[in-house]
């Protein structure tokens, strides 16, 4: 059952911080790397990536996730999410990573424009929130 996210857990994605995101490997071990992030209105977050990276193959054969993200100006408040990528979709990717990329650079254009590696969302579930503050 997804869980919502709190007021202060919202306002970490949606403010200029970075998150990590682990994925699981064909072996088993965990493979992490630093993201940007965004959130929807339904507390769902998401992650843009492009095809090709070991991220999407690893969310394509086991969809569960860890997020672990923190406030950039007080690295005392955090949030660490277990959750589950419940849609990986191309639609709205090359708009998104643009959205992200103003939100992080300040540069409203940054698409990655090679055709044998389109961006990708994945759209991710918390299953369980913890918070520090």
């Known amino acids: 059952m997804p869980q919502k996210l709190s007021p202060s857990v919202r306002a970490l994605f949606e403010g ?12 088993g071990s965990p493979q992490v790397t630093a993201v940007w992030i965004d959130i929807d209105d ?63 650079l300040g540069i409203p254009v940054y698409r990655d424009h090679h055709p044998d590696r389109p961006r990708v969302i994945f759209v991710i579930e918390a299953e369980h929130v913890r918070e520090m503050s």
Do not use: W
């Open 42 to 104: 339904q507390d769902r977050i998401l992650v843009n990536t492009a095809e090709g990276r070991t991220k999407p193959h690893n969310v394509r054969r086991d969809p569960r996730v860890a997020v672990s993200i923190f406030d950039q100006a007080d690295p005392y408040h955090a949030a660490f999410i277990r959750g589950r990528v419940v849609e990986v979709t191309r639609e709205g990717a090359e708009e998104h990573i643009d959205k992200l990329s103003d939100k992080y």
């Open 16 to 27: 200029k911080n970075f998150a990590h995101v682990a994925t699981v490997m064909k072996d």
